[in-house]
């Protein structure tokens, strides 16, 4: 069952201004660890928000246990928040700052103390505990928020950028402790990142945002090899998936895709899903790591170019070569490739998307 | 969370309704006192509107051969004003309490009427810079007082910035024995109250030939005024990044150019608001220019003298400070933005 | 060819001269020393000149307290510096406690807040001499002070305002510098408010905090850095008032320390004594000023964060 729903959530800053969050739709379950991600901009602090109660909604509603949510304050809610900027109060001892929110909810003395040291030692921050946050550096402060978040034992657990200022082999030690603080919790996490990698290893499932619009939802290979649409596809991956603009062609060995520069042979079941756009352009989407390499031509061959140019990466390298009308980039494993040779292309194992030109949209099998 | 409830709202609107009326009704009045005529300003209960003609019922005594002028106070009842029939007499009344410029012949002529018709009114405009004209007249270089004003903050300004900025940069770039104490020095200068300062200084500007000089206040004035540009400028140097500074450097310009080009122009909201300051401390005092002038007095101690602490006549003391007031309020709302940039910065 | 090297030469040496005049070590000394010139000149000799009086007799003799107990002796001094205290104390704690209030509610945007703003402002700008002549309007009988009670009944009688002496007329000049000189510690508030990062308060309202307990805990002592500064300026200032006194209720008959200066060097400072009792009344209330702030500082920086942490 869900245990937090977003329905048709709606939000707009002003009176008659554009809405930032459309019809939002989205159920979390218990124990979850959900990520938005999405570019700048989209939403992803609001909808975050929204769900704290810091942000009114504009409409539809916010459920938590199947009961909605929408009056209530961020303390009923049983909600706790991890900040961009961490939020520690300056004034107070890093103790203070995990104490004072057990002291509004009048926690007694005693288990405060308790309450606090076990937070502290959970976000690893046992001898910091009476310095101020002017003493404590970024990733320290980070822990403080942190065991302040977790020491009121909420049942949401919701982070802004957690990790967006702190360098970049903090922001990796950082990821699994957290993840590691919400397994032990069994809270249910929602986290909000830019950042695609810290999205794949943190979440159970990601949520793709675009300008206020759901793109997809799904766990991380989901998202990384299933996309929903041009979006999800472009905004996922280092380097992005490669897009051929092809026509869709009857011939008497069934359909081809072909363009300029590529040539593809359907299978029975790609046939299946394309037939209605025989005649029609589709795009076709596939990840570098989806195109193999050969020296000879084949049957399978895709298409047949020159690299350009070649990226090393240690362990395999990026192979860049421009088309006619495009650029596209190929992860191989043959480093011994040289540049500006001719090179085969081939679809590995028909791992191809296809989307539509007008919605974007995947197109999927239609079933009967 | 910025989520209000109703009672919330009404107290806020409530509190914030006070405070505004607080401010605003003072100085309506006041502004209404200042167009007054020589008999409005004696009205009571007063309104704080303005008004710009004055009614008068004039009838003729065939007995004495006078007129009786009578006149409709803002509460519209009828008061005594002048019983005559020479022109000038109530061609002088008539300028003197009501602000209203007539000459002899044109009043004589109009009044001329009441001796067949009996008892008439008349609503006359008044001249509403009567009260400015009068200032001006009553106070004894007025005009002098008004340049010498503009002289002494100009130099008052120029003193404080120029020493204030460099030592404001000294503290904030530079690590250097004694600094502490200087800066404590820089807050006692402060606290020391200038009119203390005034009576000694007196006889060091005499020694220097400025006594009476715009110069010798200026120098006084800057004294609280250069330790308060040093204090804003140097927190608001340490907030301004030194690698534009060395970029700047590195592209082949020298110190004082980088100074000039780079710095400067940063710290120009830190400038604005310390100029403010030192605008206010030279235009508003009365107390050092009394002790440290003897001919060349400022418009504040001119404004100061003619009023003295008399309550009759507070129209034209009322005009008075408005003349007195506007440069301020003019200068204070177009820096203002600067100094509220400033104070973000600033601390003890 | 000769005469150029040796120019070259000069040139360089010249360089090198100023190179060891003017470097980072002696920059902060060429910075500081028009000022420190400034301040030997014009603010130092001058205290000296007045020290030098306060310890010497009319007839130039040295003397350690005898003008202080001339000055005590005068009927004028203790009342004087009663008022003085009052009057630091209560206006800088009125003001202060209007500004934060004000401060606090026009933090918010609301329609009306800049124009609010505005508004409570101008005040700030107005010349004392002109603040004196604004109140003098209203606190005279015909006034328009009396004329407000009146038409909203409250009174019968108007009340002779510039009559009051002692505490009551203390009170009024208390409020009529109210008027003025709220609107400049509201400034370095709101500045100081504009500072906090709003996820500090956010922060404590998703853990439970209500409005007042997030002003309470987080805002203010957030704000003590600005708190501390708007005071000690104030109460520096607050110490020095006398313009808007004379000017309202004339010389002597509400006395305060600078009024008094004002009085010794002005209407009467042909009289022989009246010198010294200018220069011991500046010193008293120098030293007044200074034992005030020292005081306020050790006050209030105790409990704060910056106190506590060099404890540590
Ligand atoms: N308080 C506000 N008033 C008006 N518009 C706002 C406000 N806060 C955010 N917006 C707008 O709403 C949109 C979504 O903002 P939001 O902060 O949710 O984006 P985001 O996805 O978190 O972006 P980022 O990744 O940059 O943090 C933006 O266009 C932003 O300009
Ligand atoms: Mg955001």
Redesign the pocket.
């Known amino acids: 069952m869900a245990f937090l729903e977003l329905v048709d959530l709606d939000?707009r800053?002003?009176q008659k201004?554009?809405l930032?969050?459309k019809h939002m739709n989205l159920s979390i379950h218990k124990g979850e660890f959900l990520v938005?991600l999405?570019?700048?901009?989209?939403?992803?602090?609001?909808?975050?928000?929204m769900i704290s109660g810091l942000?009114e909604i504009s409409g539809g509603d916010i459920l938590i246990n199947g009961k909605s949510v929408v009056s209530l304050p961020p303390k009923d809610r049983g909600v706790s928040m991890i900040f961009?900027s961490y939020a520690v109060w300056p004034h107070m001892t890093v103790r203070e700052n995990i104490a004072y929110p057990l002291r509004l909810q009048k926690v007694s003395k005693k288990d405060i103390v308790t309450r606090v040291e076990k937070a502290a030692a959970a976000a690893n921050i046992m001898e910091l505990l009476d310095r101020y946050p002017t003493q404590l550096s970024g990733g320290q402060r980070q822990r403080v928020a942190v065991a302040r978040a977790i020491v009121v034992e909420p049942q949401i657990f919701l982070m802004?950028?957690p990790l967006s200022n702190l360098d970049a082999m903090l922001r990796v030690s950082m990821r699994s402790e957290l993840k590691n603080i919400h397994e032990s919790l069994g809270a249910t996490s929602i986290f909000?990142t830019?950042d695609q990698s810290e999205a794949m290893s943190l979440a159970d499932r990601i949520v793709i945002?675009k300008d206020?619009l759901i793109e997809q939802i799904g766990t991380p290979k989901d998202v990384y090899f299933d996309c929903e649409s041009i979006f999800v596809a472009s905004f996922i991956g280092v380097p992005p998936t490669n897009f051929f603009h092809v026509s869709v062609l009857k011939d008497d060995a069934g359909l081809l895709l072909k363009s300029q520069d590529v040539s593809y042979r359907v299978d029975a079941l790609e046939e299946k899903m394309l037939s209605p756009y025989v005649g029609k352009e589709v795009v076709m989407g596939v990840r570098p790591e989806n195109l193999e390499i050969s020296d000879t031509f084949d049957d399978n061959t895709f298409l047949t170019t020159h690299a350009d140019f070649i990226e090393p990466q240690g362990s395999h390298i990026i192979v860049i070569s421009k088309l006619e009308s495009s650029v596209i980039k190929i992860s191989s494993s043959k480093l011994e490739l040289q540049a500006k040779s001719l090179i085969h292309v081939s679809v590995k194992d028909r791992k191809a998307m296809f989307f539509d030109k007008d919605t974007e949209k995947r197109i999927r099998l239609q079933e009967e | 969370m910025n989520k209000l409830n109703g009672i919330q709202k009404t107290l806020i609107a409530l509190v914030l309704a006070t405070v505004v009326i607080a401010v605003i009704v003072p100085l309506m009045f006041f502004f209404t006192n200042a167009f007054s005529n020589g008999r409005e300003v004696y009205d009571y209960p007063k309104t704080p509107i303005l008004s710009f003609t004055v009614k008068v019922q004039v009838s003729y005594n065939e007995d004495t051969g006078m007129y009786i002028v009578k006149y409709y106070d803002r509460n519209g009842e009828l008061q005594n004003a002048v019983n005559t029939s020479f022109g000038e007499i109530l061609s002088g009344y008539f300028e003197q309490y009501l602000s209203v410029y007539r000459t002899p012949e044109e009043l004589l002529e109009q009044f001329e009427i009441t001796k067949t018709e009996g008892p008439q009114e008349f609503t006359y405009g008044k001249n509403m810079w009567h009260n400015f004209k009068t200032f001006f007249l009553i106070t004894s270089k007025a005009e002098e007082a008004l340049v010498n004003s503009i002289i002494v903050v100009i130099f008052t300004i120029i003193i404080s910035l120029t020493l204030g900025s460099m030592a404001g940069y000294a503290f904030a770039r530079f690590r250097f024995k004694g600094k502490d104490q200087i800066n404590v020095f820089m807050l006692i200068v402060r606290m020391f109250p200038m009119v203390g300062i005034s009576i000694p200084l007196a006889v060091i500007l005499i020694r220097f030939n400025l006594f009476d000089t715009m110069i010798g206040l200026a120098i006084l004035y800057s004294l609280p005024n250069i330790a308060l540009t040093s204090w804003i400028t140097s927190s608001i140097f340490v907030g301004i990044n030194r690698e534009l500074e060395e970029a700047s450097l590195v592209f082949g310009a020298n110190g004082f150019q980088t100074f000039i080009k780079i710095t400067l122009p940063l710290a120009l909201p830190a400038l604005a608001a310390s100029s403010m300051y030192a605008f206010l401390t030279a235009w508003n005092d009365t107390i050092s220019a009394l002790i440290l002038t003897n001919d060349h007095p400022t418009l504040a101690l001119a404004v100061y003298q003619a009023i003295g602490d008399n309550t009759t006549n507070l129209q034209y003391a009322a005009a008075g400070s408005i003349i007195l007031i506007i440069p301020a309020l003019i200068f204070t709302f177009v820096i203002r933005k600067y100094v509220n940039q400033m104070w973000g910065g600033v601390s003890v | 060819m000769e005469g150029k090297a040796l120019a070259n030469n000069n040139g360089s040496n010249y360089k090198e001269m100023l190179r060891r005049v003017f470097n980072k070590k002696t920059a902060p000394f060429w910075l500081l020393a028009p000022t420190f010139i400034y301040y030997l000149v014009f603010w130092f000799s001058p205290i000296f000149i007045s020290i030098k009086e306060v310890f010497t007799t009319l007839d130039g003799k040295f003397t350690v307290l005898g003008n202080f107990l001339f000055l005590f002796e005068q009927e004028t001094f203790l009342p004087a510096l009663l008022n003085t205290a009052f009057f630091a104390v209560a206006s800088v704690m009125l003001q202060f406690v209007i500004a934060l209030v004000l401060a606090i509610l026009l933090n918010r945007k609301f329609k009306g807040q800049k124009l609010i703003l505005f508004l409570v402002m101008i005040p700030m700008a107005i010349t004392p001499t002109a603040v004196a002549i604004v109140w003098k309007t209203g606190l005279i009988s015909s006034g328009w002070i009396n004329s407000i009670l009146q038409s909203f009944s409250v009174l019968e009688e108007r009340i002779p305002f510039l009559g009051l002496r002692g505490i009551e007329a203390v009170i009024m000049i208390i409020l009529i510098d109210t008027w003025t000189v709220m609107p400049s510690v509201l400034i370095i508030l709101i500045a100081g408010l504009g500072n906090i990062n709003e996820e500090t308060k956010e922060a404590a309202y998703i853990f439970g905090a209500s409005k007042w307990r997030i002003i309470k805990d987080i805002t203010i002592p957030l704000l003590k850095p600005s708190i501390i500064t708007a005071v000690i300026l104030r109460m520096i200032a607050a110490v020095q008032v006398w313009a808007v006194v004379v000017m309202v209720m004339g010389f002597t008959n509400v006395p305060f320390l600078v009024e008094r200066i004002a009085y010794y060097v002005g209407p009467v400072s042909s009289l022989p004594y009246a010198d010294k009792l200018a220069y011991t009344y500046s010193f008293l209330t120098a030293v007044i000023v200074f034992i005030a702030t020292i005081v306020y500082f050790k006050i209030s920086k105790k409990g704060t964060a910056l106190d506590r942490r060099t404890q540590k």
Request: proline fraction near 4%.
């Open positions: 939000k800053y002003t201004g554009n930032i969050v938005f999405g570019p700048s901009g989209c939403g992803k602090t609001t909808t975050i928000r942000e961009q802004d950028e909000v830019h945002m206020g």
